[in-house]
């Protein structure tokens, strides 16, 4: 006669317990850890019979391989989705502790040289605190070069630093880390989501074939 299970507790009750006298209740074996998880996302099972002897009779072997070829096209493109977050990540690390490319713009060593020669700009450059070091990032790259090259860019600058609403406000360059880090902060959230997905689908992919095996006895 065939049963048809939509709760674990279901199963329990007419299942492997009592076959194996000296085993621990609270321990389910590898077939029942595949049916606790299969029933936890929705499905429902039809068996035949009862213990280990029992036959599944739904899903089928067809139906579970559907399932289980579902499951790989979503790990693959987590998997693509994962690698992009993880090179995008690597880009933000680069441009937070200054990128090497920064050093083959001539308005890099303008910077370093003004610094140098010319205390007006070295007391700008104090007090504004631009992100020199994010030259090559497309964010800041017309800002800075505008620092180093305007005077009267400058000027404006300071001004606004120096107003009313600029008093108290963060630096370019802590507004810059702030926002690194906050950017930073949600990519490494959407890794962490994707990678615990990537676990759960092969957590359901172990329980899929072992119903499967159970499927073809």
């Known amino acids: 006669m065939s049963t048809i299970l939509g709760r674990f507790s279901e199963y329990l009750s007419i299942g ?14 590898e077939r029942e850890e595949a049916i606790r998880l299969y029933m936890e996302q929705g499905g429902i099972i039809k068996i035949e019979g009862s213990g280990k002897r029992s036959r599944l009779v739904y899903p089928g072997e067809d139906r579970i391989n559907k399932q ?12 693509r989705e994962l690698s992009n977050l993880k090179r995008k990540q690597r ?7 200054g990128s090497v490319k920064k050093v083959f713009n001539p308005v890099y060593w303008q910077h ?3 610094k140098r020669r010319d205390e007006d700009y070295l007391a700008v450059y104090e007090e504004i605190d631009p992100p020199m070091e994010k030259l090559d990032d497309p964010k800041y790259k ?4 505008m620092f180093v090259r305007e005077p009267e860019y400058r000027e404006r600058l300071l001004e ?11 630096t370019l360059k802590e507004r810059a880390i702030r926002r690194d880090e906050f950017t930073n902060g949600v ?6 989501k994707l990678e615990d997905q990537l676990e759960e689908y092969k957590e359901k992919k172990r329980a899929l074939r072992v119903l499967l ?5």
């Open 142 to 145: 017309s800002m800075l070069e």
């Open 16 to 29: 492997e317990k009592g076959e194996d006298e000296g085993k621990d209740p609270e321990v389910l074996s």
């Open 213 to 217: 095996k159970w499927s073809r006895q």
């Open 160 to 170: 606004a630093s120096r107003s009313e609403l600029g008093r108290g406000r963060d």
């Open 187 to 192: 990519v490494e959230n959407r890794i962490k």
């Open 68 to 79: 289980i070829e579902s499951l790989k096209y979503k790990e693959e493109y987590l998997r």
């Open 91 to 97: 880009e933000l690390v680069s441009r937070a502790i």
């Open 112 to 114: 370093k040289i003004q």
